[in-house]
């Protein structure tokens, strides 16, 4: 999911505890280190922090968000098995475990892991959100549905309203035919973020669902000129199709020709 990782991977401002020990220094150092994405240097710091401490959770966990960061899955997997085995009831290490397991497709065993996770902690939107895209991903429109929602409401709640939450609910409700309330949801996302690539993008396919091709054309040269987010080759595809329905055949060639240079070698 774009974006979701950012969520995910945020370092966490912690106070250092009275009498903090030296494993636990070395930790907040390796912390400073994964949010400046000095991820081999935090690894090795957080090697020392272990030498001290194999059984400090939040090295291990941290441990594991380095790892998923440098796609070193396996590393990730032993160090969340590792915090677990000494913390089974740590909430964070839990999610990141299902999360794991999602990013890894294995998605019957993510949605036992981030079912505990959200009986662990329920007023965290992590562990919903991954919840809910596991579900969708299953199949399961409607849990995934009610989980998007609660996501929304969690996030809400903390005044920490995200435009990505709020456009992976609105695509399901596209996908489903509930055009009125992806639209709602479209229009909030843009609200929070206006330059939103992804959000222009969502609001020209629907446009083009609802038959309105000049105002999709519209969205997607939009989208296009905007950074991050969506492939440009999606909204190329888009724009050639709106263009084709508008009868603009140059429009149209200019787009696909656009995407036959991109994916030349």
């Avoid at 009498?19 to 220094?25: D, F, K």
């Avoid at 794991?100 to 902690?121: G, I």
């Avoid at 035919?177 to 396919?205: F, H, K, N, T, V």
Wanted: with cysteine; aromatic share 6%.
């Amino acid at each position: 999911m774009r974006g979701a990782c950012l969520i995910v991977f945020a370092a966490a401002a912690l106070a250092q505890p009275p009498g903090a020990s030296p494993a636990y220094r070395l930790y907040e150092q390796a912390n400073a280190l994964f949010t400046a994405q000095k991820l081999p240097q935090c690894l090795a710091t957080l090697d020392e922090a272990l030498g001290l401490d194999p059984k400090l959770v939040p090295a291990l966990t941290l441990k594991a968000k380095a790892a998923m960061g440098m796609n070193r899955f396996d590393l990730a997997r032993q160090s969340l098995n590792q915090a677990l085995a000494a913390e089974p009831d740590a909430w964070y290490a839990r999610f990141l475990s299902g999360f794991l397991y999602h990013l890894e497709n294995e998605l019957r065993l993510a949605l036992p892991e981030l079912e505990r996770a959200r009986k662990l902690n329920p007023r965290d939107p992590r562990s919903a959100l991954y919840l809910g895209l596991t579900q969708e991903s299953l199949g399961r429109t409607a849990e995934a549905m009610a989980l998007y929602q609660e996501t929304i409401r969690l996030e809400e709640a903390a005044g920490k309203a995200q435009a990505e939450t709020l456009l992976t609910c609105a695509r399901l409700l596209l996908l489903l035919g509930r055009l009125e309330e992806c639209a709602q949801l479209i229009d909030r996302a843009l609200r929070l973020e206006p330059d939103s690539r992804d959000a222009r993008y969502e609001r020209a396919r629907l446009l083009l669902k609802r038959g309105d091709a000049s105002g999709a054309a519209r969205e997607g040269e939009h989208a296009l000129r905007l950074a991050g987010g969506v492939a440009e080759r999606q909204i190329r595809y888009l724009l050639v199709r709106a263009y084709q329905a508008l009868g603009e055949e140059k429009l149209a060639a200019r787009h696909a020709a656009a995407l036959r240079a991109a994916e030349k070698p």
